[in-house]
């Protein structure tokens, strides 16, 4: 649905250049809630605003439904009329599209339909209210924006963004940290538009806990450029993943000299609990669960889960081989709780 090629953007002034995206591709597919994670000034705004064309990228192309958007903008400051028809398809949310203040909550939904002459007052009015019903707001149309918390504002910024049918949604309008509550419930509410309408999303956030309850797939970015990106899953299964790391934190512990500690990646195949004690059965092992991080994912279990095992680990060689057989992804780590390359090559040549 989104598509992106060396998608790049230099802000030039008349001291300084900043290359705010560095050769990004994306690919968003249709009907997923995509989430872009990254810290501030890693380039998920200005990534944002070039997939619309809010801002001209300075090379690469995005393309959209099946559109070249970069293709359409053409050559001056004017927006072209194909180009404007191709944006009414995608709605956006963010912090610079505030609500007017001197206008309803339906008359904001409203707006964007006066503005492209889109039907009449009544029929306008009527969708208004079915868009302000969706995003659970149908009690305050008449109400101001003053009049109106935070949380309830970026619901009605989505419900306007609505108002032309559109096929994706592009929301940067997660700000950090004041309230993550209300955060986490506009959030959600992409997530049950995604569902109720077959909307593809693109969300920036900084909650990246949000992301597993949300998202089917994510992307890591810093320094203008993605630097991780797949599904929750493949993140998940990819060793040393910063995303999955974050999403399925375990603490670093030490072991022994004479213990083995192991991190298991659940892919959603096998449950976690049963294959655990079965091990111990089986083998008549003592595990110690070290840290876990597994959590009920679309009705699958996924997540991460750092055990520890006695004895070395030419003595687990076993142990470790029943695991995997179970489709469980296992990951040795090193001396200090950390993940060495070596110790991962010798599990899965060993196990193979
Ligand atoms: P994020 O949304 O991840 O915080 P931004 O896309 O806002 O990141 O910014 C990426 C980089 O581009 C930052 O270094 C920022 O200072 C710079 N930048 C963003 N917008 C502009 C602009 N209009 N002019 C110049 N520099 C900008
Ligand atoms: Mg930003």
Redesign the pocket.
Known sequence: MITTTGLTKV?R?RDRE?T?LDGVDLSVREGEVYGVV?S???????LIRCLNLLERPTSGTVEVNGRDLTALAGRTDRVPAALRAARTGIGMVCRRFDLLSSRTAQENVELPLEILGVAGRRERARRARDLLDMVGLSDQARAYPAQLSGGQKQRIGIARALACDPRVLLSDAATPGPDPQTTRSVLGLLRELNRQLGLTVLLVTHETDVVKAVCDSAAL?KGGRIVESGTVAELLATPGSELAEELFPLGVRASGPDRTVVDLTFHGESATRPVISQLARTYNVDIAILDAAVETYRGRQLGRMRIELPGRFEDNVVPIGFLREQGIQVDVAGPAGVRTTAGRTTVREAVR
């Open positions: 802000y002034s900043v705010a990254g501030s000034g890693a380039g998920k705004s200005t970015m």
